[in-house]
């Protein structure tokens, strides 16, 4: 039966429809609260707006839960594949195994990035951030690769350009790191896999052949599978946004990835690996970390906790915690950041500052120290994270132009400066 909501206000009232989700969660419909009441709504950060439906991805943030078309993320990060997830996501539904041989040979063929973008890419300086260089790249995607018109775009195209991103951003972020480091580009290559072939582009040299770890590519395989969607975040909302316009694919993701950026979302993950450091070299214990986090005069943030939806551990952050004890103790690898970051989370989740905040870590906590444990710089952290997130941006796109009825995403504002004025100059011009 469905149900209303009434909203009362000077003496009047007006129902407004209740709608109601697959796991029951429910919102009021308010599209024509202006309409009717002459009111809008006002929520800073969005932090209780429902912006769409959407049949991609559920959290419930109170339990810790999150899966990706109704599969758990625990079950996926163990045992899926990457490319497997990306299919799922795009498409709504697991690949059959022809369906997943024909996804990977077209990811196959097109790894390659047109010859002439590597201008773009050696004239970029040397110091520039990664982040920096795939936003720029990922845009220029759509001036050598220009099908792309939103209105006469066929499931074709959108296909040619889905798996065009999925591939190409990997090689993009492998070359920019040789670059970084002078070192010639190592061209991605038919015989490998998704992971492998990633790690093959990063870390083959003339010097030092790379040579296959099983173990690092199933972590691999697993990180960007627990990054490869969130519903509603920052960036997905910003792809969503920008593509609302009907800006075409590669520039609403372009938008996204520059969002992703930023040190409160997929940034947090240089940013937290950046604290562990300062922490290692200036000595300080984990107590005067917590009181520092705590500190509302002080800036600094513990990066890689708290969450706007998640009020319990955060799922992705327990399936990364596992994989890197796993990982760490099979290589036995020593790690002086690893035992940091376990000891501040002790020390955090019994502080009562933390509880009534309800701030865990999130996925953002231990992602870095298995990328590091990986031999991939800082700096590239949050482009692993774009390289993940790759396939959920475009799923989310891709629901948005094909549910019809497109809206250009507009919010309304309170308007809080000036009342009409006339102008008349400050001084008296010459
Ligand atoms: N360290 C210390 N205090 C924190 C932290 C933190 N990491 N996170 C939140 N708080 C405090 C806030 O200061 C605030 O305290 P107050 O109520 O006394 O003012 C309270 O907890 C609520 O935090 P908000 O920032 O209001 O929560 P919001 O939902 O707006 O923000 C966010 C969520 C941005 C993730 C925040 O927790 C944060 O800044 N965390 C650190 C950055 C980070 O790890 N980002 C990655 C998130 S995961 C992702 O995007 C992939």
């Known amino acids: 039966m469905s149900e209303n909501a009434e909203i009362r206000y000077q003496g009047q009232s007006w129902e407004f429809p209740v709608v109601v989700g697959t796991e029951n969660e429910k919102g009021i419909d308010i599209q024509k609260l202006r309409d009717r009441t002459g009111l809008v709504t006002l929520d800073n950060g969005y932090q209780n707006t429902g912006s769409t439906k959407s049949a991609i991805t559920f959290i419930d943030g109170d339990k810790g839960i999150l899966r990706y078309r109704g599969y758990p993320i625990e079950e996926l990060a163990q045992k899926a594949t990457f490319p497997e997830t990306a299919y799922l996501l795009i498409y709504g539904e697991l690949p059959t195994a022809e369906q997943l041989r024909i996804f990977r040979q077209r990811l196959t063929e097109n790894s390659m990035i047109h010859e002439d973008m590597l201008h773009f890419l050696t004239g970029m300086p040397p110091s520039a951030h990664p982040m920096g260089i795939l936003s720029s790249m990922v845009n220029a995607l759509a001036l050598f690769y220009p099908r792309f018109y939103v209105e006469d775009m066929d499931a074709a195209t959108f296909d040619q350009m889905a798996v065009s991103l999925i591939s190409k951003v990997r090689t993009i972020a492998a070359f920019s790191y040789k670059k970084s480091i002078g070192e010639p580009f190592v061209y991605p290559r038919a015989d490998k896999t998704y992971c492998a072939n990633f790690l093959n582009m990063m870390f083959d040299s003339h010097a030092k052949p790379y040579s296959e770890d099983p173990l690092f590519i199933e972590a691999l395989n697993a990180l960007l599978i627990v990054h490869a969607d969130h519903e509603q975040n920052c960036s997905t909302s910003t792809v969503r946004l920008v593509g609302s316009s009907y800006a075409n694919l590669y520039a609403s993701i372009c938008a996204g ?128 994270f774009a390289i993940g997130r790759m396939p959920g941006w475009i799923a989310h796109w891709k629901e948005m132009h094909d549910e019809g009825n497109l809206k250009i995403g507009r919010p309304r504002q309170i308007y809080t400066g000036p009342t009409v004025r006339s102008f008349v100059p400050k001084e008296e011009r010459v």
């Open 257 to 384: 990835i520059c969002a992703l950026w930023g040190p409160l979302h997929g940034g947090a993950n240089q940013k937290a690996m950046e604290t562990l450091s300062m922490i290692q070299k200036n000595g300080w214990t984990a107590e005067q970390v917590i009181a520092k986090a705590k500190d509302k005069k002080d800036l600094f943030l513990l990066h890689g906790f708290g969450h706007r939806v998640y009020k319990s551990y955060d799922p992705r952050a327990k399936v990364l915690k596992n994989l890197v004890e796993r990982v760490f103790s099979t290589k036995n690898i020593q790690d002086p950041l690893l035992n940091i970051a376990l000891e501040l989370e002790q020390l955090a989740l019994k502080d009562e500052y933390f509880i009534e905040r309800k701030l865990y870590p999130n996925v953002d906590f231990y992602s870095g120290i298995l990328y590091r444990a990986m031999g991939i710089p800082e700096d590239m952290f949050t482009v692993m």
